[in-house]
């Protein structure tokens, strides 16, 4: 009895194991991005790729090149939207203004509102031409 109860202990602390590193994984891996902004269009906004937003967690934007902050927004992005008003979602994240050496978590809730994927707006502060890059990722550790 003592070492079925044993093998039983073990196995469900294996389990465990194997449950709380599925759950910790999310798509936390860095992507770069890179955009331009110009005198004439220094507010219209930009997207970052789409990527799969796993989890819960903030999303995570870290600023390397910019002579000018520019504000930063997650979206969730509807795949089934036929124009961008229905493709790019905002779920009510704050606005994060960013400059270069910045790196931040962005609280979102694509997730909690019922979407899965997951893309930041990026949008200019400044009416000159600049650049702004670095990286980006839709979870974070």
């Not at 196995?11 to 955009?35: C, E």
């Not at 004439?40 to 799969?52: F, K, L, N, V």
Request: charged share 25%.
């Amino acid at each position: 009895m003592i070492k079925k109860l044993s093998v039983l202990m073990i196995a469900l602390m294996v389990f465990m194991g194997v449950m709380t590193q599925t759950y910790a994984a999310g798509n936390y891996k860095d992507t770069k991005f890179k955009f331009s902004f110009t005198a004439y269009s220094p507010y219209m906004g930009q997207m970052t790729e789409t990527r799969a937003k796993k989890d819960k967690t903030s999303s995570y934007m870290k600023c390397e090149k910019a002579s000018h902050s520019y504000d930063a927004e997650v979206y969730a992005v509807n795949p089934k939207g036929k124009m961008a008003i229905e493709y790019y979602v905002p779920v009510n994240s704050p606005v994060y203004i960013m400059k270069k050496g910045d790196a931040k978590y962005l609280v979102n809730y694509v997730r909690e509102k019922g979407y899965k994927n997951a893309c930041i707006r990026v949008d200019g502060r400044y009416a000159g031409k600049y650049t702004v890059s670095g990286l980006w990722s839709p979870d974070s550790i």
